[in-house]
Nanobody, 125 residues
């Protein structure tokens, strides 16, 4: 049974940093595409960042240069380092994973079968 568990969310002031973690069980991350998405109140879930099994990464324009996705295969964990946080980054952040396939970039919700429960990130102004 696949399980993804996020941690690391919290309350931070604008300009601050947080690192989210997503620990996986039941799968081996090195064979999977992994992604981070977020959902703010009243808004649709949106793509934040993805990491392909070959090391390629993608970022939403709104976070590029501020956020970094990485993975530790030995710990079967994927991270999202978030720097220079803004109030508009406030959302529930979800990690996701699925087996790598050709042409998959990890930027679409439909590309993922496995999701974590989410962790709240609140950025105060």
């Amino acid at each position: 049974q696949v399980q993804l568990v996020e941690s690391g969310g919290g309350l931070v002031q604008a300009g601050g940093s947080l690192r989210l973690s997503c620990a996986a069980s039941g799968l081996t991350f090195r064979r999977y595409v992994t992604g981070w998405f977020r959902q703010a109140p009243g808004k649709e879930r949106e793509f934040v960042a993805s990491s392909l099994s070959g090391g390629i990464t993608y970022y939403a324009d709104s976070v590029r240069g501020r956020f970094t996705i990485s993975r530790d295969s030995a710990k079967n964990t994927v991270y999202l380092q978030m720097n220079s946080l803004k109030p508009e980054d406030t959302a529930v952040y979800y990690c996701a994973a699925d087996l790598s396939r050709p042409l998959v970039t990890g930027r679409e919700i439909a590309e993922y079968d496995y999701w974590g429960q989410g962790t709240q990130v609140t950025v105060s102004s």
